[in-house]
């Protein structure tokens, strides 16, 4: 099968390359991948900034449907719409698997870049991992599932957001756009900061009912909200060292402070702003099980929209065409799918 490969380390090194189909095992399933989507961190390994398993297929934002399944799992599966979650190894006896933060697994290794990803016809995964995609949820929506429950654990399981708060997210990419209607979901008032830049983003934002968006600079906004408090918590999303010290000049005395985007490299910020106001600094790593709980509860449900994020989908033939625009902005969210097969 032809598949994305990173096929050694460093920066580039990514080509489609035929790739042996995978073969169902006790315990997995083979999901016929329909969509795939383009995520930040795939920029990082395409430029040699986070560590694979070379060679190795990436993706690991998908849906599709499932191909076969293991002799020990029920057949009522087959012909299923699911996602799925991505880890595909966690020793399953550590201090971090124990209290359930598979993601924090020392030994954990994932589709896409620990091991073969979804960037091909075909996916194997493990059983345990399938998740149903909701009947009102298409394909390629379904495939913005991962970065959804990634949101979900920032803002659910790593900061608590009340009914009436303001909430200063930044960054209006789609890690940004989620928080921003995870938040909302909450009962909080969201203030949703960018660049000049990314006014094609706002608008999305804007359609998405965020009340308020920014191209300035947003602490007289937030001030204004709060009677000069400063916000009850800020979602940096970004990655951008720029908007962290933003974040924690905006934030409130005793207010919450999350780092969900990645910088990619190393970064110079005060923090002495953030010891002076006693900020709850938080950080927030991929997802939990409960986050993707909490992800399909919210896109089943309407609450949270994947769909309008999506600003193209292309074959899998034009991935360099679709990674080039991803990290030139000229978009959100970028879906591939592999020759043949229909994303609906």
């Known amino acids: 099968m032809k598949a994305l490969v990173k096929y050694a380390p460093g920066s580039g090194m990514m080509r489609l390359q035929d790739m042996p189909e995978p073969s169902v095992i006790a315990g997995h399933a083979v999901i016929e991948v329909k969509a795939t989507g383009i995520c930040g961190t795939d920029l990082h390994i395409q430029a040699g900034e986070y560590p694979v398993n070379a060679p190795v297929i990436l993706g690991h934002e998908f849906s599709g449907v499932i191909a076969d399944i ?165 979602f940096e999303c970004s990655g951008a060292a720029t908007a962290a010290r933003l974040g924690l000049a905006a934030v409130r005395r005793a207010g919450q402070f999350v780092q969900l985007g990645l910088f990619g490299r190393p970064v110079e910020i005060d923090w002495d702003q953030a010891v002076m106001k006693e900020v709850e600094l938080r950080h927030s790593f991929a997802s939990t099980w409960q986050s993707w709980e909490y992800a399909l509860r919210l896109l089943g449900s309407g609450q949270v929209q994947t769909r309008p994020l999506v600003t193209d989908v292309l074959p899998l033939d034009d991935w360099e065409d679709a990674f080039r625009r991803f990290r030139e902005r000229q978009g959100i969210k970028f879906v591939l799918t592999p020759d043949g097969l229909a994303a609906s």
């Open 70 to 234: 293991g002799v020990d799992t029920s057949g009522e599966w087959l012909g299923k719409s699911v996602t799925s979650i991505v880890y595909f190894v966690t020793c399953g006896v550590c201090r971090f698997c124990s209290t359930g933060q598979w993601n924090l697994c020392p030994k954990r290794k994932s589709v896409g870049s620990g091991v073969n990803g979804a960037f091909a016809p075909y996916v194997l995964v493990p059983t345990r991992n399938l998740r149903r995609l909701p009947v009102n949820v298409d394909f390629v929506a379904g495939a913005v599932t991962e970065p959804l429950a990634c949101c979900a654990h920032g803002v659910l399981e790593k900061s608590v957001v009340r009914p009436g708060d303001v909430v200063l997210v930044t960054g209006p990419g789609a890690i940004g756009l989620l928080t921003a209607q995870i938040v909302m979901a909450q009962g909080a008032t969201v203030v949703l900061a960018g660049t000049p830049d990314d006014q094609a983003r706002l608008n999305v934002a804007r359609q998405l009912d965020v009340p308020y968006t920014t191209t300035q600079s947003p602490l007289e906004l937030v001030r204004e909200l709060t009677n000069g408090e400063g916000a009850d918590a800020v």
